[in-house]
C-alpha cells in the first residue's frame, strides 16, 4: 500500500479516535448525572413504597442500564479504532515507502 494511502486512512482513524473519546467523555458526565438520579429514586422508593415510586425508580434504572450498554459499545469502538491506528502505524514504519 503506498505511503500516502497509509498516511490518510492514519489521519482519517485518529480523527475518528478523538471524536470517538470526545463522546465518551460526555458520556461518562451523563451517565454520573443518571446514575446519581437511579440511586435517589432507588431511596425513594424504599422510603415511600409506592407504586409511582417504584415505576420512578424502574424508568431510571432503565434509562442507566440502556447508557451503560451505549458505554461499553463506545469503549469497544474506541478499542477497535486504537487497534486500526496501530496496524496502519505498523505498516507505515515498518513497510516499503
Do not use: F, K, N, Y
Amino acid at each position: 500500500m503506498r505511503r500516502a494511502i497509509i498516511e490518510r486512512r492514519l489521519s482519517d482513524a485518529h480523527a475518528r479516535l478523538v471524536r470517538a473519546r470526545s463522546e465518551l467523555a460526555v458520556l461518562d458526565e451523563q451517565l454520573s448525572a443518571v446514575t446519581e438520579i437511579a440511586d435517589d429514586t432507588r431511596l425513594r422508593a424504599l422510603v415511600s413504597e409506592t407504586p409511582v415510586a417504584a415505576r420512578e425508580h424502574d424508568e431510571a434504572s432503565r434509562h442507566e442500564s440502556v447508557m451503560l450498554r451505549s458505554r461499553a459499545d463506545l469503549v469497544e469502538h474506541i478499542a477497535e479504532l486504537e487497534r486500526r491506528q496501530d496496524e496502519l502505524l505498523d505498516r507505515l514504519v515498518g513497510g516499503p515507502g
